[in-house]
Each structure stands twice: as structure tokens, then as C-alpha cells.
């Protein structure tokens, strides 16, 4: 089980929530943000942080949003686990469902 950054993060990107993360698990794509499933420890510390309420533990997605742990989990398909986030620093790119969104702004 893992959280999973939704909707409401494409555009934003306000990083409320790497700040507050304890094992540096968000990654900064282009547009959004994403939680490697394979680095996080399911604290929690993200969820309550997120100004525009788009992170859910992965059983709790609202329905029109279930996709979105699928995006994230493909994300990290080329990437793996690296080992933290700020090693890596902010991605160029999107998953191809993130990029296809019309702009959230």
C-alpha cells in the first residue's frame, strides 16, 4: 500500500508535502507531483500537508481518480527506486496521461 498524488496537484506543485516527508519519496515530474510507491513507508506525514488535498492513501482514491495510482506506480518504470528525490531533482517529464491534461490553470 502506498499514497497516491491525484488531480489536483497537476499545475500546482506547491511541495508542502517533500518538505514534510520523512524518506524524500516525492518526485517532481514536470506538471505533478509523485510518490514512488517503492520508496514510501505509508506515514502519512503528506496527507494533512497538501493545500489542495490531492494525496490519498491508495484505498481511499475517490473512483474518477482510481487511474491515478497507476500513473504513479508507471512513473517510476524507467527510474526504479533512486534512493530519494533531491538525488534525483526534478523530472523534465510526465507520465503520458499527465502530459495529455489540459492545463489546470
Not at 508535502?17 to 520523512?22: L, M, N, R, T
Not at 497538501?50 to 490519498?56: R, V, Y
Amino acid at each position: 500500500m502506498t499514497y497516491v498524488i491525484a488531480l489536483p496537484c497537476v499545475d500546482v506543485k506547491d511541495k508542502a508535502c517533500v518538505e514534510e516527508c520523512p524518506v524524500d519519496c516525492i518526485y517532481e515530474g514536470a506538471r505533478t507531483l509523485y510518490i514512488n510507491p517503492d520508496e514510501c513507508v505509508d506515514c502519512g506525514a503528506c496527507e494533512p500537508v497538501c493545500p489542495t488535498q490531492a494525496i490519498f492513501y491508495e484505498d481511499d482514491l475517490p473512483g474518477d481518480w482510481s487511474n491515478f495510482l497507476t500513473v504513479n506506480e508507471e512513473f517510476f518504470s524507467g527510474l526504479g527506486a533512486p534512493g530519494g528525490a533531491a538525488r534525483l531533482g526534478p523530472q523534465d517529464r510526465d507520465h503520458p496521461f499527465i502530459a495529455s491534461l489540459p492545463s489546470q490553470n
